[in-house]
Each structure stands twice: as structure tokens, then as C-alpha cells.
């Protein structure tokens, strides 16, 4: 069944009701742009070489968006409504002999329901299969007006409803299979005959009927499926949908999550049992972690790569960094990109970790910034320590070897390398290899004169006794 059907996702419009500049197919939904989640739910349904994607306003960006899909793209130079957007690709879509019709805004409709639509068709005969739901309140929604034989006979926007009509609560959600023959040839006498000037693929049910085709409705009971995006307030909702199955999916699978309406987890990613999400978390991207891990609150880890039992304290980020088993983190670290932490390893709070690899058991618990650094393991970083890596025109690498005692407030100027098991004293700079064993000085020699503070408070005394 899946080759005889190709898709087409209507994604060519600007969204002038979301007050924005970008495309309304590019806004976010669960951390995915709302075209690729429509698309990666198409490319289960039916071969990626025949989901093909409608694109007008910033046509650049959503082909950019979905381009890991390898899914096929038509372009809408003029956006003259969905008719004319599927007519547009009449010479590649006729080539199956039957059509699924999507909408890029309406992220929300599963691959089950959407297996069960064109099921539906291709065992009803039909010509159009409309995919229905019942609201409470149809408001706003074209309604659907069935035969005797519980066949579709039209859909009546509402503006054009009888009272009678508008009482009916089953409504059109705007996606569709169809009989590719009788689509186009119904598409080829649609005429723009509205308010708008556009080309409405609504138009074609009337069409089919009138020529004594059947059309027939598939109709679901959770209508929340088929909600369209419009505004920002519409999006939010969805996202709050996305999320919360995403949410609940994790803690069937094990993890404790508190506070689950205050924690943020993007779809992709994936937690082990027995991890802990504290309250106000961000898990973003496509972010991995382990089992037995504890996320602390007001943690965001974006792109990276957990280990087992790793602890991440309050207010740390981890982004595109590997953090391998038995870590901690925090609280207000920052692993800015990049990184790799070994197993058993500590990053304390407020040190900055950039490409930097810090090495198994090794410790920066305070105040200090690693950039392009390779740490070996059991090494300790004391406070305040520094690489500097950038002279002004390139980034120079840092290499501490195993087993290094760095002292407090030490700066490392780079290229350098610190030799294994070797010492640097506290409050020092170092623009030379140190050299495997060696204690590593680089400051001037302490000075004390004693009694010269004494001696400089008597002296003051005595010129203010004389200016009096």
C-alpha cells in the first residue's frame, strides 16, 4: 500500500497570524521545527523518494530543515492557495495512483492515525477520504454534511452554513488521501471563485460528488490530533502537548521526574531508569543519558552525551560535551562544546570547560576556565587556574599529563605541556614545557622588610601632626 500512495505537505505559506518574520513551518514545537516533525511522521507512511514538501516563503530554510528526511521539495512561487499547491506538482504526484495531503503546521497527527486514513481509502474505494473529528464547539471549522449511506456529500464552511448545518460538530481537519485521476482532473476546473482569489482544495470534494465519485470520512475520536497552528498561543499549546507525552513516556520507562510540568524535555532525547530530574530542568536536543544520573534544577544540558550515576548540579549547563560515568558537575559549571570528562572526573562551580578533554578522577572545583585542553587523569586544578589559548589570530592547545598538582591562581600560557606528575606552584605563570617531576616556579622571588609598616604609619602620623 505504501507505493501506490505519494505525499505532498503544504509548507509554502508565510503565517501572517503568527506575527512573525520567519515562516510559520520554522517555528519550534517540542524542539523540532514544525515541518520536520510533519515530514519525519510522512517518511514512516510511505517512501521518502515520494514525500514531497510545498515550499514558497524561505523556501531555502525549510528545505534546510528537513534535508536529513532526503524528501523531494515543489515550488510555490505564488502562493495561491491549496489547490493550486497540489496542482503545482501534478506532474510528479500523478505518477502514484494515490495521494495523502498534509499540512507543515499540523505536527500532531500520529503515523496510526494517519496509516488508518489511507487504509480507510483504499478499502472504501472512495475517491477522497476526508480524516474528520467532533468538537464541542465547531466554531470556525468547515462542517462535514454526510449522505443517508454515510458517504460525505460537501463541506460547508461556515460562513456559508444553514443554521442546520452549523449544529453539525464533525469537521473538515484539511488533510486527505485521494484517487490521484479524478484529483487533477477536479483541480484543472477549480477556479478561484472567493474573497481571497486562491484555489481551495475543498472545492474538489464537490467536484468528486457531483460527478457521482464517492467521498468518504475517516473520523477520530482525539481531535486534539489534528490541531493547526495559527498564533503563538495556538503553538504554545502544542508544544505543551509534545512535551507532556514526552514527559510521560519517560516516566513509564523509569525516570523520576518531579514537578513534570515545570521540566522542559525536547523529543529526541533519551534517559535511562533510575535517572532523577529535579524541578525547572532543561533536557534539549538530542541529548542521551544514562541510568542512576541525578539532573539538579534550573540544569540545562543541550546535545551531549551522559554516562551512568553522573551528577549535574543546579544552575550548570553541559552543551555538545561527553560526560562519561560517575561525573560531577556544579553547580554553575559551563562545558561550553565540545567537551569529554572522563569517568569519575569532578567540574566545581563556576569553571568553564571548551574542547577541552579532562582526564578519569581528575578535579577543577573552582573558579577556572580550560579551553583546548587535553588533562590527563588524576590531575588537580587548583582555583583560579587559566589556559590561555588564544594569542589573537589562533587557538593554542594545552597539555597537562597525568598524575599534575596545578596550584591555586596558576596561568598557562599556550602551546605548552605540563610533564606527568609534576608540580606548578600556586600564583604562578608559565609560558614553557615543564618537564615530567619538575616543580614548576614562575613568579618573583617574596620580599619581607620587616617593620616597614610600622615605621610607614609613624611616618604619616608625624607629616599630618606638621600640616596641622
Known amino acids: 500500500m505504501k507505493r501506490d500512495f505519494a505525499t505532498v505537505i503544504l509548507a509554502a505559506g508565510l503565517g501572517t497570524r503568527m506575527k512573525s518574520r520567519q515562516a510559520k513551518v520554522l517555528h519550534q514545537a517540542g524542539g523540532k521545527t514544525l515541518i520536520e516533525l510533519v515530514a519525519a511522521t510522512a517518511v514512516r507512511l510511505v517512501p521518502r523518494e515520494q514525500v514531497y514538501v510545498v515550499v514558497g516563503h ?29 496542482l503545482i506538482g501534478r506532474e ?19 503515523a496510526a492515525t494517519l496509516g488508518g486514513l ?52 464533525e469537521i473538515n481537519s484539511g488533510m486527505y488521501c485521494f484517487e490521484t485521476g479524478p484529483l487533477f482532473d477536479c483541480l484543472a476546473g477549480v477556479r478561484p471563485d472567493n474573497s481571497a482569489g486562491e484555489y481551495y482544495l475543498t472545492d474538489v470534494i464537490g467536484c468528486l460528488v457531483g460527478k457521482g465519485l464517492r467521498v468518504e470520512g475517516y473520523t477520530i475520536n482525539e481531535a486534539s490530533e ?49 535517572t532523577v530530574l529535579e524541578p525547572f530542568v532543561q533536557i534539549l536536543g538530542r541529548t542521551s543519558i544514562g541510568s542512576g544520573c541525578r539532573i539538579r534544577s534550573y540544569a540545562v544540558i543541550s546535545d551531549s552525551v551522559l554516562g551512568d550515576e553522573v551528577l549535574v548540579e543546579p544552575y550548570s549547563w553541559v552543551n555538545e560535551s561527553e560526560v562519561e560515568r560517575g561525573v560531577h558537575i556544579g553547580p554553575y559549571a559551563r562545558l561550553r562544546t565540545g567537551n569529554v570528562v572522563e569517568a569519575e572526573a569532578s567540574v566545581g562551580n563556576f569553571v568553564e570547560l571548551k574542547k577541552t578533554r579532562l582526564g ?13 585542553a587535553t588533562i590527563g587523569a588524576d590531575v588537580n586544578v587548583g582555583a583560579g587556574t587559566i589556559t590561555c589559548n588564544f594569542d589573537g589570530v589562533v587557538k593554542n592547545p594545552t597539555i597537562i599529563e597525568d598524575g599534575v598538582f596545578v596550584g591555586s591562581n596558576s596561568t598557562l600560557v599556550a602551546p605548552i605541556r605540563v610533564g606527568a606528575g609534576s608540580y606548578l606552584a600556586a600564583g604562578s605563570v608559565f609560558t614553557e614545557d615543564v618537564e615530567p617531576g619538575a616543580l614548576g616556579i614562575g613568579r618573583s622571588r617574596q620580599t619581607v622588610k620587616p617593620g616597614w609598616a610600622v615605621r610607614r604609619k609613624k611616618k604619616r602620623a608625624e607629616t599630618a601632626e606638621e600640616d596641622r
Request: glycine share 8%.
Open 58 to 86: 524561505q523556501a531555502d530554510r525549510v528545505q534546510r530543515a528537513v534535508q536529513g528526511l532526503e524528501v523531494r521539495f515543489l515550488r510555490q512561487e505564488k502562493q495561491l492557495g491549496t489547490g493550486h499547491a497540489v
Open 118 to 169: 489511507m487504509q480507510c481509502h483504499v478499502e472504501s474505494g472512495a475517491a477522497a477520504t476526508v480524516l474528520t473529528t467532533r468538537l464541542a464547539d465547531p466554531t470556525g471549522y468547515g462542517r462535514m454534511v454526510r449522505g443517508p449511506a454515510g458517504d460525505i456529500r460537501a463541506i460547508v464552511e461556515e460562513k456559508a452554513a444553514t443554521p442546520a448545518q452549523r449544529a453539525i460538530t
Open 360 to 372: 578519569a578522577r581528575s578535579k577543577a572545583m573552582h573558579l577556572a576556565y580550560l579551553g583546548d
Open 92 to 110: 510528479e504526484l500523478a505518477k502514484a495512483a494515490r495521494l495523502l495531503v498534509l499540512y507543515g503546521d499540523c505536527p500532531l497527527v500520529s
Open 226 to 274: 489534528v490541531l493547526g497552528i495559527n498564533t503563538r498561543v495556538e503553538l504554545a499549546e502544542v508544544d505543551n502537548l509534545l512535551r507532556g507525552r514526552k514527559v510521560r513516556e519517560l516516566m513509564l520507562e523509569g525516570v523520576t521526574i518531579q514537578r513534570p510540568e515545570t521540566v522542559t524535555v525536547d523529543l529526541e532525547v533519551s534517559i535511562g531508569e533510575d
